[in-house]
């Protein structure tokens, strides 16, 4: 998630700014099934400039100079219809997911089926929730 220009004058608050956290079911199916199908793929989360963590956000924005931090987790459940529209998205996805796609796009009918199992295991295809969950941090400009 980009953030917008902050403003930066004394005692002006600085916007939410999130990033998706590792624990997110929505990114979890799709990193899990790279790895089933590729061993080298390395998922974006936990690398160096990488935050995924309330903590890590907090000593960012500290060591940016910021004061009265906040640090919140928000989660949502984001409803599909049919494993087809996940994989839509997966096909229009942007940053290291759409990376990864461009990478794989010899192995996407195996990443597919893969995700598939990890999403609806044996069953049929019926709509289905996945938790995507992001930080939300503000902080003040001292």
């Not at 004394?10 to 790279?34: D, H, I, K, M």
């Not at 494993?83 to 990864?100: I, N, Y």
Request: charged share 20%; glycine share 10%.
């Amino acid at each position: 998630m980009k953030c917008a220009a902050l403003p930066n004058h004394p005692g002006s608050w600085q916007p939410p700014c999130g990033t998706e956290a590792e624990r997110s079911e929505l990114y979890g199916c799709f990193w899990n099934a790279v790895e089933a199908i590729d061993t080298t793929a390395k998922r974006p989360f936990g690398r160096q400039g990488s935050y995924g963590s309330a903590e890590s956000f907090s000593q960012l924005w500290n060591g940016a100079g910021l004061t009265d931090i906040e640090v919140t987790d928000l989660s949502i459940w984001c409803r599909f219809s049919s494993f087809d529209e996940l994989w839509q998205r997966c096909l229009d996805a942007e940053g290291p997911a759409g990376v990864c796609m461009e990478r794989l796009s010899a192995g996407r009918e195996a990443l597919r089926t893969a995700m598939r199992q990890n999403v609806l295991g044996d069953g049929p295809d019926e709509p289905f929730s996945l938790k995507a969950q992001a930080w939300a941090v503000r902080g003040v400009v001292p």
